[in-house]
């Protein structure tokens, strides 16, 4: 075989298309990693609308890691204190389902859990959600997306009245103003920011504003950096908004015709005149003028957002006051503008529109809406009831369920908890005390093997087929083009399997993950998210497909022939071009919110703030970047970033080590000391694990605090205390006098 094929990288939610082939090619040598080993050759697909070519470090490295450290075989064993041994997969099975039995009929459904992951291509996210939520009848399916996207999800629910990012790549290049906040994107997410700053390059007009507590590279852009403290997005938004309001740069005809509790909002906002916003921000208040001028200057207004906002304890309340902005300025549903979340992993899209959080059901559906669930039960062959009718455990609740003895099964698949999840020593002292836990993944070890008594060995890109969505709403097929390595399974085809043996066989049929995504995209039909016309052979023949894209035969009476529908060459689609909202008045509705902080803001004993971040070169939990040599290289050892004030005041140099505090763990740092950061704020990269540096876990710091609507943690900001240690880690200094705010 030497022709290449089109897939997907499965890093970032950029979406960014990929052409490989293999490493044999006619007339040139075979390509080889530094090991010598065979693998299969990574060039951006140039066809491929999100990315048009451009691929960064990870993408561009994906093949290197694909072979290394994999779980082969299923593995077993009675207890945590004991080793593994190697099982079949029929004895795997077995003990699973007669787990799962037992538990249902001693503890009950609610007793059940599976933490999954925006890893999951579209058809293992869906097999699971009718495998728990339907046939289990437990809603105890939630994902690592619980970590980074559902405070965008539940923003957008509530302003604009569903789901879905309303944008589309396109916009970065004819926005005239880009307003970034909480979002480092030129590093993590780096070819939609390549456009965007090419963009901004090319037009002097085109201003570009960036608000992030760190001088990032992102921040590097920009034409208005505003280093704000953090937790204090809500009152820099209602502080612009308090200004345009002012100054009439407003749209009365779209607030009247289209929204709804401007009033409210108008009320709030005479809360935050400009001086009293610049001094909660710790920015001058002609900073936040020139904010609020390009704003209600630009034409077209592209917001855009990622972790900074949404791993708040206010993270729904951030995201509405951002949206207010565009709905009081008409910012929406054109060209150029419009709020923008941008996504973290590869298919966290996809995870949403099979309804992948513990709240939510296949096609922007809810479990506590009665309509909903009875559609799909219908759809699925199952009796009225069966789905619960309240939101199922988010994964902080499945660890307290541990703690409480309340579950008794954890099913964790494709993710890596024990780095990503907050208060690390909380959550292994929890799965230390599980009855009995799954863990499905493609690499061993990873800090998460230790607390598993099943691993079941799992395929991953390159090995397995299927599609994921991504941040602008377009779908990809990635196709299999390596064998399994060992006797590595298809995620779907696990749950199916499991299904089937727990005696659902008629509602897991499914010979193919194309089979699997024909039945999931007819639960979308007439929803938002309509992806009746995608199929697995029409992106093979046609490429990328946006939704909405409904089947051939609701997109006209006359059934055209499908190369009359929209294809992967069709104009970028937006959703709300028509301003009217999928709300039940059609309107979308402005959030009034006062900024309340951060959930644990710095005091005496602990006078810093931490926050957390990735790294351009790293990917979450380094299970794959970390065996990639090159990517490796790039950022070989933990640091903490630290202001040259602070550092002088705590008698720190560059390279001097920091033991940092909070009041759930401790981790040990190098100490960067930059201007890159603001005072009193220190930044520690969130990827190191345990099997990657000593005490370096920046989750043993963070808490568990989250926003009350999304449920997603504050894992961007906690308070801390510095303690110089000399390198061999000897006698510790004593604690420092906290640094005035």
């Avoid at 979406?15 to 990574?42: F, H, M, Y």
């Avoid at 309509?371 to 699925?380: D, I």
């Avoid at 995209?521 to 909405?548: A, F, K, N, Y």
């Avoid at 080590?657 to 100490?671: H, I, K, M, Q």
């Amino acid at each position: 075989m030497t022709d290449s094929i089109k897939t997907l990288c499965p890093y970032c939610g950029v979406g960014c298309g990929l052409e490989v082939s293999p490493p044999a090619q006619p007339g040139k040598p075979v390509n080889r990693d530094s090991q010598g080993t065979p693998i299969w050759k990574v060039k951006g697909d140039r066809t491929h609308p999100s990315s048009q070519g451009m691929v960064c470090v990870k993408g561009a490295t994906i093949a290197e890691s694909i072979h290394k450290d994999r779980l082969l075989y299923p593995m077993l064993r009675d207890s945590l204190d004991e080793p593994f041994r190697r099982v079949s997969w029929d004895e795997a099975l077995n003990t699973l389902v007669e787990r799962i039995q037992t538990v249902r009929h001693t503890h009950g459904a609610d007793a059940l859990c599976m933490y999954g992951s925006g890893q999951f291509v579209t058809e293992d996210y869906y097999t699971a959600q009718k495998l728990f939520k339907g046939c289990l009848g437990t809603n105890n399916f939630d994902a690592n997306s619980r970590l980074c996207m559902s405070s965008a999800v539940s923003g957008y629910i509530q302003s604009l009245g569903s789901d879905g990012p309303p944008c589309c790549y396109e916009d970065l290049e004819l926005t005239d103003c880009a307003f970034l906040i909480g979002t480092n994107a030129a590093e993590c997410h780096p070819i939609a920011f390549n456009r965007l700053r090419k963009h901004h390059k090319q037009n002097n007009h085109v201003k570009m504003i960036v608000v992030d507590p760190r001088c990032t590279p992102t921040a590097e852009a920009a034409d208005l950096h505003l280093a704000i403290r953090p937790g204090t997005d809500i009152d820099l938004l209602n502080g612009i908004a308090h200004l345009l309001l002012r100054w009439g740069d407003y749209d009365s005809l779209f607030i009247e015709d289209c929204t709804k509790d401007f009033s409210a909002f108008a009320q709030v906002i005479q809360h935050y005149p400009p001086e009293v916003v610049a001094q909660r921000c710790g920015i001058e208040v002609k900073a936040l003028e020139t904010a609020a001028r390009y704003w209600g200057d630009a034409k077209r207004v592209l917001s855009m957002w990622s972790m900074g906002m949404n791993q708040s304890s206010e993270g729904t309340a951030k995201v509405r006051t951002l949206i207010n902005l565009h709905l009081m300025t008409g910012q929406i549903g054109t060209p150029g503008a419009g709020p923008f979340s941008l996504t973290g992993q590869p298919n966290a899209m996809g995870g949403r529109e099979v309804g992948g959080l513990s709240h939510l059901l296949p096609g922007y559906r809810s479990v506590k809406n009665p309509q909903h669930r009875a559609e799909v039960e219908q759809f699925w062959g199952l009796s009225p009831g069966q789905i619960a009718d309240q939101p199922g455990r988010t994964v902080w609740d499945m660890i307290t369920g541990l703690e409480s003895g309340e579950v008794h099964f954890l099913w964790i698949a494709a993710t890596n908890p024990v780095v990503s999840l907050p208060d690390l020593e909380r959550v292994k002292a929890a799965l230390r005390r599980s009855p009995f836990t799954v863990y499905q993944e493609a690499y061993s070890p990873t800090e998460t093997t230790a607390y598993a008594h099943l691993l079941l060995p799992a395929t991953q890109w390159s090995e397995k087929s299927g599609t994921m969505t991504n941040s602008e709403r377009r779908v990809t097929l990635c196709p299999a083009f390596q064998r399994p390595r060992g006797e590595a399974r298809e995620d779907w085809a696990v749950f199916a399997e499991v299904g089937r043996r727990l005696g659902f066989t008629a509602q897991f049929p499914f010979t193919s993950s194309a089979e699997v995504h024909a039945e999931f995209v007819q639960l979308t039909r007439d929803r938002p998210c309509d992806m009746t016309g995608i199929s697995h052979e029409r992106l093979r023949q046609e490429g990328p497909l946006q939704w909405p894209c409904p089947d051939v035969e609701r997109n006209t009476a006359n059934s055209p022939t499908p190369s009359s529908q929209p294809s992967a060459s069709s104009p970028s689609k937006r959703l709300y071009t028509d301003l009217r909202f999928p709300t039940a008045d059609g309107r979308a509705r402005f959030g009034a919110y006062h900024s309340k902080g951060l959930a644990e803001p710095p005091d005496a004993q602990y006078p810093y703030v931490l926050t957390t971040g990735r790294l351009y070169g790293h990917w979450h939990t380094l299970t794959r970047t970390g065996r990639t040599d090159k990517t490796q290289q790039m950022h070989p050892n933990p640091f903490l970033e630290i202001h040259p004030r602070d550092a002088k005041a705590l008698g720190v140099k560059e390279g001097d080590w920091l033991e940092v505090r909070s009041r759930r763990g401790t981790a040990r740092f190098p100490a960067k000391v930059t201007q890159a950061i603001a005072p009193n704020t220190v930044f520690v990269p969130m990827h190191w694990g345990e099997l990657w540096a000593e005490q370096a876990e920046a989750n043993a710091l963070t808490h568990p605090e989250s926003c009350p609507d999304s449920l997603q943690p504050e894992l961007k900001a906690c308070a801390v205390q510095l303690v110089p240690i000399t390198a061999d880690f000897g006698a510790l200094r004593a604690v420092p006098t906290a640094i005035a705010q």
